[in-house]
């Protein structure tokens, strides 16, 4: 009986300790006065986390695109699996991955709210930069300068990859749009109700000619972020990342990158995307 107890003990604490070494995904919340609405984020831990309290982390910010969630990047390209074995076959350091929320009020994630942009009545880039970085950075253990900080995301968050870089670069080791929509409004909804003030109000920035008209001190901060573009050679959106990438190459940016890989503006494509992603951002991390 003795030997069986010793047995169940034994078992119980491995299995803690195991626990205790798994990454994980928590879900949270920023309450925004700039929003005046309350935004969830979801937020991957990398192994080790709580058996090393001392240590701090570097930090990617992992955007959704249109129709998506916080939710989507853990729930349907498989972020958490990726990033483990990613990390576990050495190929990127450990790092916490924040997936904030931009999704609208409509239907299937679309409509009001929708977008990482400033328009009228709602503010969702200043509290991005202004109340959501701040309360992240000070809620986990992340490293919080820009050395250690990088950006990535696809489509609509590719996108908001590419603004956010470029509007304030000094924030930024790398940024990685994948996917993204870089010129043009989104021509599938203008028939579709809910999404009339988003079509209305938003302007979807031509990426290439704000880096090309930029100022040369803009410019030179722009081109201090380590760039990794990549979109699919079945991409209706493809000619934007290959304008933006001829405008970096213009202007002599010493880190830039273009990838265009077999795909379509698919799931299948993002996930087959992260694995090298979270290898090109920790190289930046100096890691």
Known sequence: ????????????????????????????????????????????????????????????????GAH????????????????????????????????????????????????????????YEDFF?????????????????????????LSMGGHGTTMFAMHRPEYWSSACPLSARLQGRPDGYKDRPEMGEYIDQVEYNDMPAYLRD?????QKAIAAVRWYVDCGDDDYLLDGSINLYKEMRMLGFPCAQLRVREGTHSSEYWRTALPEVLTFVSLGFGY
């Open 1 to 64: 009986m003795k030997r069986i107890v010793l047995s169940l003990l034994s078992l119980l604490m491995a299995l803690s300790a195991s626990a205790g070494n798994d990454s994980r995904i928590e879900t949270g919340v920023v309450s925004s006065k700039i929003l005046g609405a309350d935004k969830k984020y979801n937020v991957y831990l990398p192994k080790d986390y709580d058996l090393h309290p001392e240590r701090s982390y570097p930090v990617l910010y992992l955007l959704h």
């Open 68 to 123: 998506g969630s916080y939710q989507t990047w853990a729930k349907s390209y498989n972020m958490k699996l990726i990033a483990d074995w990613r990390t576990d076959s050495g190929f990127c350091t450990p790092m916490i991955i924040v997936m904030p929320d931009a999704s609208g009020d409509g239907p299937d994630n679309v409509g009001r709210y929708m977008g990482y942009f400033n328009y009228p009545g709602w503010r």
């Open 129 to 153: 930069f202004d109340e959501f970085i701040p309360a992240i950075e000070s809620r986990y253990r992340i490293i919080g300068d820009s050395a250690h900080r990088a950006i990535a995301g």
């Open 214 to 218: 930029a100022p040369a001190d803009k």
